[in-house]
């Protein structure tokens, strides 16, 4: 099995270079792209070849991008904006090599608001699907820690085939959620991975087995499920040891686990 991390790890205001340096030095074959996820930066050509660049010279592999979700910590996006961005990375990561781009549904913690949100999830998707398999780019939804979050799935993993949607599973929303579950429930449409670990009330991304979830079961299931590019971590550095040394720590957290 290879591995892989989230760019988003640490110092995202800072050019990404050394964090590829680290990354590698660590064992990480691969990145999950998560620059910019919450921002309207929109890639340019030039930017697409200087990231390659980068990636080729640390010997990684960027095989997928999460998608935009919103442009602050406030804010909502316009359908139309969402899919221009979102178009815009599915470009990217087609750029790249890579075949996945993850994305968040409009999911509020309101159920009186599901029917609403259900119709335009389907929107977005449905327009966003015929752009993605025009660059051979796969959409994965992401559980997130909301409650109408499986009547959603059950709904769209219903409606569209494997070939066009796939499951993201975010194990850290999952815990908060107790919905661990989700794994074993959509496994056979799994195609990404953000395993990271909490206490089951904050969103805490902790390295595996710095929190209180029960590991062995996850990966039980990952094994049963399809073979994956990468088992990717979606982990923060919050200190005191170094940035080096905390990834290879994350990398040790995840491949001891597998092994």
């Known amino acids: ?35 910019h996820w919450i921002s ?37 996006l316009t359908e139309e904006h969402w899919h221009e961005l979102n178009v815009n990375r ?25 029917e609403s949100e259900r119709n335009q999830s389907q929107r977005l998707i449905d327009r966003l699907l015929p752009v993605a398999g025009k660059h051979g780019v796969r959409v994965a939804i992401e559980n997130l820690e909301t409650r109408p979050c499986r009547l959603l799935f059950d709904h769209l993993l219903e409606l569209y085939p ?18 661990l579950d989700l794994l074993d429930r959509y496994r056979e449409r799994l195609i990404m991975t953000h395993l990271h670990d909490n206490h089951g009330i904050d969103d805490e991304h902790l390295l ?33 040891m170094t940035k080096e040394q905390w990834c290879c720590e994350a990398y040790q957290s995840i491949a001891s686990l597998w092994t």
């Open 1 to 35: 099995m290879e591995f892989s991390i989230t760019t988003d790890a640490y110092d995202i205001n800072q050019p990404i270079e050394e964090r590829f340096r680290h990354f590698s030095a660590a064992g990480f074959t691969g990145v999950h792209w998560s620059e």
């Open 40 to 76: 309207d930066f929109l890639y340019t050509e030039a930017y697409m070849h200087h990231v390659a660049r980068l990636a080729e010279r640390c010997q990684l592999s960027i095989s997928s991008v999460h998608g935009v979700c919103r442009i602050d910590a406030h804010g909502r």
């Open 90 to 114: 599915i470009e990217f990561i087609s750029k790249l090599g890579g075949d996945c781009i993850v994305i968040h549904l409009p999911l509020d913690q309101d159920e009186k608001q599901f």
């Open 208 to 240: 595996p087995g710095q929190g209180t979830m029960e590991w062995k079961p996850i990966i039980q299931t990952l094994r049963k499920g399809p073979d994956l590019a990468y088992l990717n971590l979606e982990v923060v550095w919050y200190g005191p």
């Open 162 to 179: 494997p070939e066009d949607l796939g499951f993201c599973f975010d194990s850290g929303h999952a815990h908060i959620r107790d919905d």
